[in-house]
């Protein structure tokens, strides 16, 4: 192509560096103020009142705060029903990938959509649903539940399953468009060469999506510590045994105990922030894994 | 090196229902069919008539109020703001970026209880903000619907950035200096030419955001008075249906939300189809 087009002199030459030096340039220097004062109001200023509060009285009373019964165990609680449910979901998210993203099938973009649905139904609308299958008194399966003798609303199990829920389509909707873009050819190559299913997804599947997984691991991760209103439907709430830790935040701040709910909530907005250095970190490796795999085939 | 049996195609040689196949469906089943099925044979147990009554008693109709029309206030906000937000990313080159690059995921990372606790003490009448909106304007902020809407901006503000960004980011030069060798000014070229590019991916943002602001509860419920006919959001009042052992109405009052959720989803995917007619250009 040799189409010349003559460029304005106002017109900036690199696109990828749009740089306006010339002249007072208002919307340059409006848009980003506008745009710092905007999330500085809505989400920096929230989230620095919460460490301020935290740590209002110093870093001593807020130690004090982990001496708390109820907090610790709900502590404990959180991380039990997340140490369940993100394997769950990882084993989900990656058959699920798997499967679906190398093939072309009728129905394909509804069943993607239907994992997307957690995303988009309200997390009290997940605890009800949970509620209306397994409550003893009221739920469809409640009946053989009890015969049973397992205990799942008002329970641990109700817990872990609506965090479940919630959670599961992180995974599979970070790995199946990374599947999607490699192709067949390495999975076909390993299986000439005598590999089991077992073997091609181990070696080969697996290691080309590592980062994806990651990502979807964290973002899994990130989620069912935090997840509330799914769990405050099915728990309960009951304090010191069904109560996760989120549900502590809201119950001890209503109650007036502001230091514990902002200690408990320091520890979350911690978690929550260690996994957002960790989701740029794992993006920047990312994105140069696709610029890796984008030259190969090329080159 | 022998690079011919590399090229030949031979078709996946599958046994029809593969472990990964057998893995999901059985998950999708249990996990998700299986509460689904559950809630609208309930739904469907109440009758239509008692689903119609129940659906649309005027305390319910007083919640969708305040949860669909709040939530369309900040999606509306957040369209406009995110649209700025995503453009400083893109477009501009200042101090700070990437702090606020990674600011923007906060809300996504951050539990709503968290959340919810952060907004309340900053906008309560004693907070950071709060308190100087309050002596001003004597506006109230938190406990009222002023702070349900401030609360619903934070838990949306991503959706919007973020599918607006890669847009932005892919859009042609070439049109813009076009545009501008037209003898557009640069304001004519944002609104004429730059705009109806971004607009699909604005109104998808914009959409699921709604959709996630709609179905919000832990920030809210932190934020809200909760009472009723005034800031309660529907959300909550399945939950006090749920305390007072009404089943019958959360069931019903839950469905309509679901049946949101659904159709939500289905205008969401149709946006993204929408979409993609620009981005087929732009590839």
Known sequence: MTIVVPTLETSRPAPARPSRRQGLDLPAILIPLIACLYVGVVILLPALS????????????????????????????????????????????????????????????????????????????????????????????????????????????????????????????????????????????????????????????????????????????????????????????????????PLFVEDAYKNYQTELAFGAAMVLGGVAIVSLLLKILVEQVLEQDRKASRVEPEG | MTPAPLRRWRPPALSLPSWPWRITWTYLGLILFLPLGAMLLRAAAVGPAGFWE??????????????????????????????????????????????????????????????????????????????????????????????????????????????VEPVLRSLEKEQEEASWCLGATPLQTTVRVVLPQLLPAILGGVAQGYSRAVGEYGSVVMISSNVPFRDLITPTLIIQKLEEYDFEAATVIGSVMLIFSLFSLLVINLLQVWGQRYQGDAA
């Open chain 1, 50 to 245: 919460v460490v301020a509060s935290a740590f209002a009285k110093g870093l001593g009373p807020f130690l004090e705060n982990f001496q708390s019964h109820e907090l610790l165990s709900a502590l404990r609680l959180t991380l039990f029903a997340t140490a369940v449910a993100v394997p769950c979901n990882v084993i989900f998210g990656l058959a699920a990938a798997t499967a679906i993203a190398r093939r072309q099938f009728r129905g394909k973009a509804l069943l993607l959509s239907v994992i997307d649905l957690p995303f988009s139904i309200s997390p009290v609308v997940v605890g009800l649903m949970l509620v209306l299958l397994y409550s003893p008194s009221h739920g469809l399966l409640g009946g053989a539940i009890e015969s049973l003798g397992w205990k799942i609303i008002f329970s641990w199990p109700g817990i872990v399953l609506a965090t479940i829920i919630v959670t599961f389509p992180f995974m599979a909707r970070e790995v199946i468009p990374l599947l999607e873009e490699e192709g067949w050819e390495q999975e076909e190559a390993a299986r000439t060469l005598g590999a089991t299913n077992w073997q091609v997804f181990w070696k080969v599947t697996l290691p080309s999506v590592r980062w994806a997984a990651l990502y979807g691991l964290i973002l899994t991760t990130a989620r069912a510590l935090g997840e509330f209103g799914a769990v405050a439907v099915v728990s309960g709430n009951i304090e010191g045994l069904t109560q996760t830790l």
């Open chain 2, 54 to 163: 129940m659906a649309t008693t005027p305390e319910a109709i007083a919640t969708y109020k305040v949860s669909f029309g709040l939530a369309l206030v900040a999606s509306v906000i957040n369209g406009v703001f995110g649209l700025v937000v995503a453009w400083a990313l893109v477009r501009c080159r200042f101090p700070g970026q990437r702090l606020l690059d990674a600011l923007i995921d906060l809300p996504f990372a951050l539990p709503t209880a968290v959340a919810g606790l952060a907004l309340t003490a900053v906008y309560s009448t004693n907070g950071w903000l709060g308190q100087p909106l309050n002596e001003a304007f004597g506006l109230k902020v938190a406990f009222a619907a002023p702070g349900v809407t401030v609360a619903m901006v934070f838990i949306s503000l991503p959706f919007v950035v973020r599918t």
